[in-house]
């Protein structure tokens, strides 16, 4: 974090625009699309790549006549196979619709299936023989072409896979076109083995060629921070130390691990949330203090056999960052996540300081909030202190509220995978994880991490569907953060 503004400062590199942008002329003809799914058999790559893939085509970002898609993966099916995979989560209900079912049709004659290991150059010749011929029929200029690879694969793949496709895959860019590597989190486990994966992967690719994704990046609140802060003039005076009193990150997931305890044991909720979707670049962010940490594990969690009986896994975690800088001394910026919760929520919280004086007595109702709500239900107010309708002269917690689904009503709000990909396609990289920003975070938790790992930072039991340990709260309190009593947001009805 820079030292006067609470913002994310990211970089784009040169490329090229939307079909939809091409086609108005405001930019040059370039050559054909090729992406590659790699792990496309994976429930990653179901659930979430081709479908945004899907709605891309369905909005003209990915034109029939210059896009073609190929899946890989170990798995030994055929192209119709892939498809009749993939078209259950193209097409979510029974009730679709002809055209609907007509685009999923012609969606899927795009894609083509190969198999391959995933450190073995046979199958990668044959990955680049299908795309040249896709590009060959395209009629595309030799070195116009694009081609993007999307690695649907853990980590522990990656450098394999990478330097297959910097062996046998690589397009010729001296004319414009490009080779780009998506990687998806977790970027590896610590700050050392992250700086090892990067090395590898940098060894073979430049920077701008790789895009490092974190979905909640794509995710409209989230793009919505910078226009809010920056294009409001009524946060200008108010957005530091001065006034606002602490800020709030919030993930909570009201289900366990269910079935995933295996995987999610060899991270915990720091590594899979914490430190890859809720921080970012904090350059000026001081050493976590462990008083300031509270780790938490649901009661029943070690039932899974997936998980071991003396895991140390923390289910649950509330850490608190200081930041040492101007604008920001003093700020507690607490960072809170977990699992078997009493509620689904991701917000943003900015908390205001006690209005000076209180002389209509409303102190122990509540202080003002800015509230952005990520999911579910995106929404954004602001809780006011506002005078109870009636004779007497009393006060009530109320709001000013922006939700989405009643303000924006008839407009869909895209996927945060489909916005990631078209950037990738565009060669916009602000939205997507750089190096040192990487780096920066994994130095961040680290050292805690380790002390969890050796069994020194213990974590405290709680039943799931509760909010988690009580000495959670505890430390917000002591940390500053003033609950609401008697007032809960309620989304407006359309």
């Not at 793949?157 to 977790?186: A, F, H, Q």
């Not at 915990?268 to 970012?280: E, K, P, S, V, W």
Request: net charge negative; with cysteine.
């Amino acid at each position: 974090m820079g030292t006067s503004e609470w913002h994310i400062e990211r970089r784009s590199s040169f490329g090229t625009e939307s079909p939809l942008a091409r086609e108005a002329g405001n930019v040059p003809e370039t050559g054909s699309l090729s992406i590659v799914v790699l792990g496309a058999s994976g429930d990653l790559a179901k659930k979430k790549t081709f479908p945004a893939l899907f709605h891309l085509y369905r909005q003209g970002f990915l034109p029939a006549d210059e896009v073609h898609i190929f899946g890989y993966a170990r798995t030994k099916i055929s192209d119709d196979e892939l498809r009749n995979r993939l078209r259950g989560y193209l097409v979510p209900n029974k009730g679709a619709s002809p055209q609907l079912l007509e685009d999923v049709e012609k969606f899927l004659q795009l894609i083509k299936y190969v198999s391959g290991s995933y450190d073995s150059e046979d199958g990668f010749r044959l990955l680049d023989k299908e795309i040249s011929e896709h590009e060959y029929l395209k009629k595309s200029v030799e070195g116009l072409s694009r081609r993007l690879f999307y690695l649907a694969l853990p980590p522990s793949v990656y450098p394999s896979v990478c330097k297959m496709i910097k062996t046998c895959c690589m397009n010729k860019s001296d004319l414009g076109g490009w080779t780009r590597v998506v990687v998806e989190k977790p970027f590896g486990k610590d700050l050392e083995s992250a700086e090892e994966l990067s090395t590898e992967i940098g060894k073979l690719f430049e920077e701008p060629q790789i895009y490092r994704i974190d979905h909640y990046l794509g995710k409209e609140l989230v793009q919505n921070l910078l226009v809010l802060r920056f294009a409001n003039r009524f946060f200008l005076p108010l957005w530091n130390r001065d006034n606002i009193d602490n800020v709030q990150i919030v993930f909570r997931e009201d289900f366990g691990t269910d079935g995933r305890g295996g995987y999610f044991d060899q991270y915990g909720i720091i590594r899979d949330i914490i430190q890859n979707h809720l921080l970012q670049v904090l350059e000026s962010v001081l050493p976590i203090r462990d008083d300031e940490v509270v780790l938490g594990q649901y009661e029943g969690y070690k039932d899974d056999p997936t998980v071991p009986d003396k895991s140390n896994t923390p289910t649950f975690a509330t850490v608190i960052l200081r930041i040492h800088n101007e604008r920001w001394e003093g700020v507690p910026f607490i960072l809170k996540a977990g699992k078997a919760l009493n509620s689904r929520k991701a917000e943003i919280r900015v908390q205001f300081k006690d209005v000076p004086g209180d002389i209509f007595k409303c102190k122990k109702q509540g202080r003002n909030e800015f509230v952005i709500r990520l999911q579910p239900l995106e929404a954004m107010y602001m809780k006011l202190t506002v005078k109870q309708p009636g004779l007497e002269m009393s006060t009530v917690q109320s709001e000013l509220d922006l939700s989405y689904g009643q303000r924006y009503q008839g407009v869909t709000i895209p996927e945060a995978y489909e916005r990631l990909i078209l950037d990738t396609i565009k060669g916009d990289q602000q939205h997507f994880v750089r190096r040192d920003e990487l780096k920066a975070s994994w130095q961040i938790f680290t050292p805690l991490l380790h002390r969890i790992d050796e069994g020194e930072f213990k974590p405290l039991p709680y039943k799931p569907g509760s909010r988690g340990p009580a000495e959670a709260d505890q430390l917000l309190e002591k940390a500053g953060y003033v609950q609401t009593h008697g007032y809960i947001w309620i989304p407006p009805t359309l």
